[in-house]
């Protein structure tokens, strides 16, 4: 039967507080154990796809001494490993963004970015830098420069993406945890496919100001854990104590399958089985009046979401478009290029879009606390699945919170197969008390 609950890890793999235990007791034996897992977990063709860079063991052993060496509780995740999207500077690390560009994407800075910098003083060890979709523009864990990344329990399938070597890297039992980013599903998409927890912050925040972008208006900063108590932590160490419920008030949430989202996606009788029964937990269905104000707004967000995420991404490659086409694939380089090529009916018409969905949250969370619906239509695809009409299901999931630009929780929803799919708890604030409550309940 298909449950909310993580599935039990099995004995190799080390979950947020046996790292931290590891790395008191013994920083150099921490060392030792994360360069053999670097070096073991995934077959040599997968490291080069899921890695733009690791530490060596003297990095690593130095990373681990000095989390040893802070106070606990000014270092709340001191001692745990973990991989970051090479979208974040790094001080000395080439900004690449999983191209084949020959020079630095990143202006030259003396330090690192904003939230490596956080993580550092919070007393986490860089494990790596992560391979993407290239430029982050996709939704599958393809990319013809380095490799395309495969779920590590099933191989021949993806991991999503575009935060694809971050979803590999915690999915393979390498790392707890691992830093991605989300435009229009790029943490929620790998989550569902690879049966983790994702989560999802807001545009424009302290987290993914100095990342290189894809679409600033778009752009969240996002991270993946294997279990619900590790993301808790996560979330907690970076973002904060959450906000607390208010006493004797029930939290109000309400779960929409792909038809009450008016979305006619055909699906497996047991994939929609376990997203209804799953979802069905944690909330019950809307009244009819809001299912059909949902219906109506989430139609054309697609196509919404599709025009300006693409015109945003054109401003941020202009300079580079066509000076620079053969350091692009084929497939991004034309994304990037309809970016300027729509017309203001087709631009003004976006605009009204999003606009209405925004308004629709706006009123929606007047009187609801969190929405849930399906983060995927299908499990992790194989390399012949990978395709546009696929990519396009993928985004019509991903648009209406993206077009709010509002935070989400990704949980996984494991299938008998031993696969996976996810929900999307969409919420008003990262620091909701939804989050907390729906982590502790799958703990």
């Given amino acids: 039967m ?17 790292w931290q235990e590891l790395a008191a007791r013994d920083p150099e034996a921490a060392a030792r154990e994360l360069a053999q897992r670097l070096k073991t977990s995934l077959s040599p063709e997968q490291r080069r796809s899921c890695f733009a860079d690791v530490a060596d063991l003297a990095a690593l052993a130095d990373g681990f001494r000095r989390a040893a060496a802070l106070p606990r509780a000014e270092a709340p995740l001191a001692g745990v490993p973990y991989t970051l999207k090479d979208l974040y500077h790094v001080a000395g690390k080439p900004v690449r963004a999983g191209s084949r560009f020959p020079f630095d994407l990143a202006p030259v800075r003396g330090q690192s970015g904003r939230l490596p910098q ?22 599958t864990g393809e990319n013809e420069t380095h490799g395309d990344c495969e779920h590590p329990r099933f191989p021949g399938r993806t991991t ?26 790029s943490v929620r998409v790998p989550a569902a496919f690879c049966g983790l927890f994702g989560m999802r912050l807001t545009p424009g925040d302290e987290w993914i100001a100095d990342a290189f972008p894809l679409a600033p208006g778009f752009d969240t900063a996002g991270w993946f854990t294997r279990n619900a108590a590790d993301m808790e932590s996560v979330n ?3 973002l904060g104590p959450g906000v607390p419920e208010q006493a004797g008030r ?49 139609h054309g967000a697609l196509q919404s979401y599709v025009i300006l995420q693409s015109t945003e991404a054109y401003g941020v490659h202009r300079q580079w478009l066509d000076k620079h086409r053969e350091h692009y694939s084929k497939d991004v380089w034309e994304r990037l290029d309809r970016g300027r090529r729509w017309e203001d009916s087709q631009l003004d018409a ?60 990704t949980v996984p929803v494991r299938l008998p197969s031993g696969l996976s799919a996810g929900l999307q708890v969409i919420v008003r604030d990262p620091r909701s008390p939804v989050i907390s409550k729906v982590l502790r309940r799958m703990a």
């Fill in 236 to 238: 907690r160490a970076i």
């Fill in 160 to 185: 999503g993406g575009s935060s694809s070597g971050a979803a590999a890297s915690v999915a393979a039992g390498i790392v707890p945890f691992a830093v991605g980013t989300d435009t229009g599903g």
């Fill in 250 to 298: 029930e939290l109000r949430g309400c779960f929409v399958d792909f038809a009450a989202s008016g979305l006619s996606v055909k699906v497996t009788r047991e994939f929609l089985r376990a997203l209804r029964e799953a979802g069905g937990r944690l909330a019950p269905p809307p009244d009819r009046i809001t299912r059909e104000e949902i219906a109506r707004t989430f």
């Fill in 350 to 409: 976006a605009r009204i879009k999003r606009r209405a969905v925004c308004v629709f949250w706006e009123r929606f969370f007047e009187s609801y606390d969190f929405f849930v619906m399906p983060a995927t239509p299908f499990t992790a695809l194989t390399k012949a699945e990978c395709t546009q009409a696929n990519r396009d299901w993928l985004l019509a999931l991903m648009a209406p919170a993206s077009l709010g630009g509002l935070p989400v929780l």
């Fill in 2 to 18: 298909p449950t909310l609950t993580a599935d039990a890890a099995s004995a190799s793999v080390l979950a947020l507080g046996d």
């Fill in 118 to 139: 956080m993580l550092e003083c919070a007393g986490a060890v860089l494990a790596g830098r992560t391979h993407l979709y290239e430029f982050a523009y996709g939704l």
